[in-house]
């Protein structure tokens, strides 16, 4: 594995207790121009993306966002539509908790032709809804149900199966504003199960919620509503999530 490569640093994360940090932009909640720089300089990976997107525009907020920050964008799509070669990867997502075949397979067919031509670093990724506790717009977009957050056994075999499958990452999703995230028992469960990084997002808003993440064995946690409502909160929330980079951070960040 190069280790230029996104999915090399996930990997390498995936075996320590610190996390790296995800920042998801929405075009349609805050626009890539609405952060302040500081903050933009804090996450990993910027990840850009909707289950629906009604105004925002992708190329849009990526360009806002380049012209503000070095980080490395990735797509994290909620459909094909959401596509742009102003990216540096993408999360090529396969809905693996639903049986919704559209979001299995349909739209990464649509969507293969271009991103095989497009330079991009794809990441296959096994997409696992989880209970957040409330009806998710993932779960209602995509009309698929999600994995009972009380029943690790069944998040551990659909994890299985994607790795069978031969997929490099699984992302847990409780649902964003979800008000509870993925459980610190169940990533364990996985942790030990699968030999894939883990992504997990949704709800998670206290540095509590996200070092407890890490701990069970995030290899990358996932922001979004916490840091559009305050965008400073993700100062804490990185420190959580990788307490020795935490106080560098800080110093550059402010
Ligand atoms: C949603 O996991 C992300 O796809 C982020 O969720 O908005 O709740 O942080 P939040």
């Known amino acids: 594995m190069p280790e230029n490569t996104f999915l090399y640093q996930l990997q390498r994360a995936s075996a320590q207790e610190e996390a790296l940090v995800a920042l998801l932009i929405d075009p349609d909640k805050r626009p890539g121009k609405s952060w302040p720089d500081p903050i933009l300089q804090l996450p990993d990976v910027l990840l850009v993306g909707g289950s629906l997107l009604t105004r ?3 190329d849009a907020c990526i360009r806002q966002l380049r012209a503000r920050t070095d980080r ?3 797509l994290f799509p909620g459909h094909s539509m959401q596509l742009s070669e102003l990216a540096d990867g993408i999360l090529f997502l396969s809905l693996l908790s639903g049986r919704n075949p559209d ?3 349909g739209q990464q067919v649509v969507a293969a032709p271009w991103l095989k031509r497009s330079g991009l670093e794809v990441l296959p990724t096994g997409y696992l ?5 409330r009806l998710s717009s993932a779960a209602y977009i995509t009309q698929t149900l999600p994995l009972p957050r009380d029943k690790p056994e069944l998040a551990a075999a659909t994890a299985q199966a994607a790795e069978l499958l031969g997929l490099r990452l699984l992302y847990l999703e409780a649902g964003s504003g979800a008000p ?3 459980p610190p028992g169940l990533i364990a469960t996985l942790r030990q199960e699968v030999d894939l990084p883990l992504i997990v997002g949704g709800g998670l808003r206290s540095p ?3 070092r407890a993440a890490a701990q069970a064995g995030a290899a990358m946690v996932v922001v979004g509503t916490a840091a559009e409502e305050d965008p400073g ?3 804490e929330l990185a420190a ?4 020795s980079s935490g106080a560098a951070d800080n110093q550059t960040a402010r």
């Open 180 to 182: 509870y995230p993925v």
């Open 72 to 74: 490395p964008v990735f």
């Open 56 to 58: 925002g525009r992708i």
């Open 103 to 105: 979001y299995l397979i």
């Open 233 to 235: 909160l993700l100062r």
């Open 129 to 133: 809804l989880i209970d957040g506790g």
């Open 208 to 210: 509590e919620q996200v």
């Open 240 to 243: 959580a999530a990788r307490p």
